[in-house]
């Protein structure tokens, strides 16, 4: 076997996005770039042997990170009958209070929490441009770039959307005092792209994209021409019928239900993921699914605000490809993410093992599989397989936990997913470097100490 | 402040079950009993300070500790339409197979689990009784005395109810080969209570109760002859309406409706605790309410099993009370049971904060606290509670876990309850005796290693 410069060796057992290899010789080249993946081969004799079954990390597609500071803190009735609108006045008082260094001590702890829970990348949506009165920062690009710093920092893989936020809903208001940092026209928007895609371009572990917030958010012409003003190529994202309010106006104002409305105006493919879609009839289910699209899920974020569950079974009969994402950050964990997305179809249809069938019968396996698929697609890299030329991005389970009551290849990603409170996750490595070794992250303790000092801070200013 | 035998003196803030209190004195006495709790006193000087917030202990109303051995592994499709059939199947292939160390090791594994996770007393749903052959031990309590085992080893406190199960169905069929084990005539079980009764007689942590597996299990005149048998004063416990299936035939067999059942035949009240109670109608739901009988939800193991959502908020705007446990041990974790018993409500109904109101609004202190009082009621116990006589069996919450992003008295439940994957739970005692510090149980990495071995030879033999 012939070995060039600067490449590592690994020996594991790995799934590889879509079935289990025994006894795998892994090739990682310099620049952190899986280059061969040979089964049943003996291991050069440098190769570190990995102390446990390998799977490919988890792309997180959705991520506001900046909400972690206020997970937990919006769980109060208020005086009226309770819906998302408690949650999203929190985050509006969130929001106009951080400064862009709160920004990144918050968005270091979120990242070091994906890592750590087995999330090797994430799309972060990213829509806070302005200072809190409204100005432009000096660089303004100032907001996405302390995002950047912090994913550098905690080793994450990131794709970053900044976004495209103009009303106040689908008839077309202004945006209020508090949603103010929000707003740019469509010509900084597309210069913060600009600016964005130029801070990502040195690191092959970041990358850019965009998104519209959401058919509320963008009138539709900007949306048209913003769309065919930027890069076909980069992935492209928006926040789509999530609550049936949002479905109603959508109907009264554009005439079609929102998804309805996307895949008869835009070009959806591949390139879009359109993220909850939560409420979708039939035959939007089907168009989705026939698009390429990605659906983006956050089990999570959508239970804690009421949304409903999302028609997954029809979805994937029709051939639909789905990730997942963390979203409000009110918890972080593939793990829970896509336990929940199973069990609430299970609560609502009375059957186990809704996304299996009698061909591909384990559960954990077919979820942890396909949103892998959905969340690679969504991030426009190449991740979330392991064969060549796909960034090494993987975790390592670890075969001591008490989760694994049995080794057996096949149970293992059932086992991850379906059992126990503690993760499994022992070693993450992200671009060929490892991130977290023996659950532990070496950033994690000054991360957290600098984290709570700003979240408290903040929080005791509400 | 005068200063008994063996007396120790803790100072700290805590939730007492009601409500927050600052700087409080708490006095445990020799027998591990709180004797009095001081707001707002200086503390002796040889008080410990503890390191953190401090709130009751959880019960865990309802577990089969053995099933922690099977946890993940039947998230497998079968060959035809799935429901929770396909994981009971794998439970009876479990179950026959279980020697008594095997059950020891499985239940002292679930067992720190549960201390670890913020459990301090547990109701064991028994029902293993025979050997696999279907004779009995020369021990007709053995397998029972290994549980008690399991919980004095690992300091959690336990309420064992041997379980009466006769039959495999409302039309009283007698079990199958595979479900032997659970047999016993109504003479042997409560000669059995009585052999448990005398083991836990020593430990005052341990007590005992009995219970019916269900109405499709035991017939109804045998349930009326073996309640009179026995002592009114301890738990009783069945399991009931889980699915709708069981409904069905309920009405075909006697009738009513289980819970219909049992609240015209049985004398419900308090010492009553009915385990799922998932499928009621209004008139049920209001009945068993005003009887006072506890209903045992276990939100992660009946979505795992598809057997559908309670009716929460009728079920407490009558007034009913609720308990939480972990049942077949998918997951041991509080957290995880109470976050998505509001999140399923939140998911079919479109509100958030469902069970809070105007005038309790903190959705998480409102669950912690309902479910301690439905959770000691269910096991017999003075617990849940931080009062004069209560047991001194409390948490102390990490207040540097990544969670706490405020420390303000109020927010600190719903941070537990509502945010992050790691439980912040980091010092346990049960009994006035610390089983858990910094996170870390003494036991846990023997057991751990004693339950891996055991399972791993059970699961290859499958």
Redesign the interface.
């Known amino acids: 076997m012939h070995k060039g410069m600067g490449e590592k060796y690994y020996a594991a057992d790995l799934f590889d996005g879509t079935r289990w290899q025994r006894r795998v010789t892994l090739e990682v080249d310099a620049e952190g770039s899986l280059s061969s993946i040979r089964p049943k081969t003996r291991a050069p004799e440098d190769a570190e042997v990995l102390s446990g079954p390998v799977v490919p990390g988890m792309p997180n597609l959705h991520s506001h990170a900046f909400q972690r ?5 919006a ?5 009226s ?4 609108w ?2 999203r006045e929190a985050m509006y008082r969130l929001a106009a209070r951080l400064d862009p260094e709160a920004l990144e001590a918050v968005a270091a ?1 979120a990242f070091v ?1 994906m890592l750590t ?1 087995g999330y090797t990348s994430v799309c972060e949506f990213h829509y806070l441009h302005r200072d809190p009165d409204g100005a432009h920062y000096a660089d303004r690009a100032e907001l996405g770039k302390r995002i950047l710093a912090a994913a550098a920092a905690s080793g994450i893989g990131i794709t970053l959307l900044p976004v495209l936020y103009q009303h106040g809903g689908f008839d077309r208001r202004e945006l209020t005092r508090r949603q103010r940092r929000f707003y740019l026209s469509s010509e900084e928007f597309i210069d913060l792209t600009v600016r964005i895609a130029a801070a990502t371009e040195a690191d092959p572990n970041q990358a850019w994209g965009f998104a519209f917030h959401s058919l509320r958010a963008v009138a539709p012409e900007v949306l048209s021409e913003v769309r065919a003003a930027l890069d076909p190529a980069v992935p492209v994202h928006i926040h789509v019928a999530e ?2 309010a949002e479905v109603t106006e959508c109907v009264a104002h554009l005439g079609r239900r929102p998804v309805a409305w996307l895949t008869r105006n835009v070009e959806l493919g591949p390139g879009w993921t359109l993220i909850h879609a939560t409420h979708m009839d039939a035959d939007e289910t089907e168009a989705v699914a026939r698009s390429g699209a990605v659906v983006g899920l956050c089990p ?1 974020t ?8 999302f028609p997954l079974e029809a979805y994937l009969s029709a051939g639909g490809v789905f990730g997942i994402g963390s979203d409000s950050q ?4 593939p ?2 993410e896509l336990r ?1 997305l199973e ?2 179809r ?2 609502v ?6 996304v ?3 061909a ?5 396996t077919g979820l942890w599989r396909r949103s892998l698929v959905g969340g690679a697609r969504a991030t426009g890299r190449p991740i979330g397989q392991m064969t060549a030329g796909a960034r090494a991005d993987w975790l390592v389970i670890d075969p ?1 936990a ?7 290849a096949d ?1 293992i990603l ?8 503690r ?1 499994p996750v022992r070693d993450v490595m992200v671009g060929g470097r490892w991130r977290v070794r023996d659950g532990h992250h070496p950033g994690a303790e000054a991360v ?1 100490r600098r ?2 000092e700003t ?2 801070r903040l ?2 200013r509400r």
């Open positions: 500071a206020m997970a937990g803190l769980e109060i009735r208020g005086p009958e309770d819906d998302c408690s949650w702890q929490e829970a609550q049936q999570t959508e239970a804690n605000l009421g949304d409903g569950l009110v918890s972080i964990s793990i829970e929940w069990y609430g299970r609560l249809s009375g059957r186990r093992n809704t299996a069938s009698a591909d019968p384990r559960c954990g001591q008490a989760q694994m009551v049995s080794l057996e149970a059932d086992l991850l997913v379906f059992s126990g409170n993760c957290r984290f709570l979240t408290r929080n005791e």
